[in-house]
């Protein structure tokens, strides 16, 4: 049963690091999403992808963040220069298409990215 | 501006009894709406949704309610089980325009009592 991997689980960076979280979506999938969790609040959309494609990229803070899902290979979500703030729990998502809505992304367990 | 609000962060309830999750949104051109369970360090998992042309949908314990009129929803669960404790959100999607993102709640943290 292999769903959405999300690795690394944990990942702790020093300020002004570079943080590269990995997302494999769900087999036959080929949409995938990321979500950014801060502490004691609900989940942020961030971007949305398909293959070699950024659909959606309008939650995507402006600078030093940026997300990549290539023809081979897991999505990237790639964070420069980390800050304090960046400290979060990011969550990716998949789906088959359009119709998640209907039935629900799968989620992966989320990193945990600690900026020290 | 949070168009998707939880405003309860926790609910008690006994085992047995039904627990009554609320959710409120502010944007009428939220189409679906979703309900996802967390337990810590886990990614959310889907439960139910409901389309926004409908005011009930029904899978085993779960019932979500909508009131388009009140921009109001609700997810009961009865009988409540101590297996039911967790975070739980509400999400809303707005149209094919928006893709599929969802706009979550703050969530709600149930606790189910033995």
């Known amino acids: 049963n292999a769903g959405v991997m999300q690795n690394p689980r944990h990942l702790v960076r020093r300020r002004g690091q570079e943080a590269r979280l990995r997302c494999s979506p769900m087999?036959?999938?080929?949409?995938v999403y990321w979500y950014r969790q801060l502490p004691e609040e609900g989940l942020k959309f961030m971007v949305y992808l398909q293959k070699e494609n950024i659909i959606d990229e309008s939650g995507m803070p402006k600078e030093r963040f940026s997300a990549e899902f290539p023809k081979e290979g897991p999505s990237i979500l790639r964070i420069q220069q980390v800050v304090r703030g960046d400290s979060a729990a990011y969550f990716c998502a998949s789906s088959p298409g359009v119709q998640a809505k209907r039935s629900g992304y799968t989620f992966g367990s989320g990193t945990r990215l600690t900026v020290v | 501006d949070q168009q998707v609000k939880q405003n309860s962060p926790s609910l008690s309830v006994q085992e047995g009894r039904i627990s009554i999750l609320n959710c409120d949104y502010t944007?009428?051109?939220?189409?679906?709406f979703l309900w996802y369970k967390k337990y810590p360090a886990e990614g959310p998992t889907f439960l139910i949704s409901i389309s926004s042309i409908k005011d009930k949908n029904e899978d085993g314990r779960f019932t979500v309610f909508l009131n388009k009129s009140a921009k109001h929803l609700s997810l009961h669960i009865v009988p409540s089980q101590p297996g039911d404790s967790a975070v739980y959100f509400c999400a809303a999607s707005e149209g094919e325009t928006s893709g599929s993102r969802l706009t979550f709640g703050e969530g709600t943290q149930l606790t189910v009592n033995p």
């Open positions: 944007n009428s051109m939220f189409d679906y």
């Open positions: 087999k036959g999938h080929s949409h």
